[in-house]
Nanobody, 127 residues
Framework: EMQLVESGGGLVQAGGSLRLSCAAS????????MCWFRQAPGKEREGVSC????????YYADSVKGRFTISRDNAKNMVYLQMNSLKAEDTAVYYC????????????????????WGKGTLVTVSS
């Protein structure tokens, strides 16, 4: 069974940057698509970005496109989310997840069939 642990969250001013990391253990990431989700206070969880394992292709929510970059290092069993030009509305708990590689972006970004979830890291953006 895979364990996912997020880190890198914190308090940042609007316009600033943060890099989230997700460390996986227990299983290799090779067979999984990896995604980041977030949940803001009082709001529903939303998919932020996903990256496939087979070809490294990526997908982003419109709200973060051009500002966030997802990446992975299978050799290190790590996934990253570089967040630039942060806005107050990016404030949320961010979760790292692993799901079936080869699923559609729609299913992955919807959180359907995700196999593992981390406990999250809080990102707070002050305006």
């Amino acid at each position: 069974e895979m364990q996912l642990v997020e880190s890198g969250g914190g308090l940042v001013q609007a316009g600033g940057s943060l890099r989230l990391s997700c460390a996986a253990s227990g299983e290799t990431l090779d067979d999984y698509a990896m995604c980041w989700f977030r949940q803001a206070p009082g709001k529903e969880r939303e998919g932020v970005s996903c990256i496939s394992s087979s070809d490294g292709s990526t997908y982003y929510a419109d709200s973060v496109k051009g500002r966030f970059t997802i990446s992975r290092d299978n050799a290190k069993n790590m996934v990253y989310l570089q967040m630039n030009s942060l806005k107050a509305e990016d404030t949320a708990v961010y979760y790292c997840t692993a799901g079936p590689d080869g699923s559609s972006w729609r299913r992955l970004m919807g959180g359907y069939g995700m196999d593992y979830w981390g406990k999250g890291t809080l990102v707070t953006v002050s305006s």
